[in-house]
């Protein structure tokens, strides 16, 4: 559920998936709060999601809760600015309650061309997991089966990444 009315936004979402796991299903469910105000050519937002994953017996496998806050400005018409901050409070991991908690720091900068043309600087730094939060229960096994995992390496306890471009829309 989603509001937007003038400077202010905010949206409340539940999601719940029961994939297959192996030989049974497991059930993950996600509930989140979130909100952005906007003013003139800066906007702020922010959010929290509180989660839980449990296998077919119903056993915990992983229970988070998950925060967020982020800021775009818009320097110029053709320069947009953006700065978030995730952390995740791993309250339980397969049992274990003293899991390192992960936090991510994100930059991006564009420059536009043209309503569809522009250059692009994505930059992330992430502490306790990979980039995008990834080495956790779920999406860390996903990815990998995916084979598009920015898992941290064996011995390693954080990762950064940095990618340029261009893009264009049709």
């Not at 059930?27 to 922010?46: E, N």
């Not at 600015?81 to 936090?103: C, M, Q, R």
Request: without cysteine.
């Amino acid at each position: 559920m989603t509001y937007l009315g003038g400077p202010f936004g905010a949206t409340v979402g539940y999601d719940q998936w029961n994939p297959t796991i192996g030989t049974g299903n497991g059930t993950v469910k996600k509930a989140s709060v979130a909100g952005s105000y906007t003013y003139g050519p800066a906007k702020i937002m922010g959010g929290y999601r509180w989660g839980q994953q449990k296998n077919a017996a119903d056993v915990l496998i992983q229970r988070d809760d998950f925060y967020w806050i982020g800021a775009n400005y818009q320097v110029t018409p053709a320069v947009g600015l953006t700065l978030e901050y995730n952390y995740d409070n791993i309250k339980s991991l397969f049992g274990d309650t003293h899991v390192a908690n992960p936090w991510q720091v994100a930059f991006i900068a564009t420059y536009s061309f043209s309503k569809r043309t522009d250059v692009y600087l994505s930059t992330a730094y992430a502490k306790n997991a990979g980039l995008t939060m990834e080495s956790l229960a779920t999406t860390y096994a996903t990815s990998l089966s995916l084979g598009q995992s920015y898992a941290l390496a064996n011995g390693q306890s954080s990762m950064f990444g940095a990618a340029i471009g261009i893009r264009h829309k049709f």
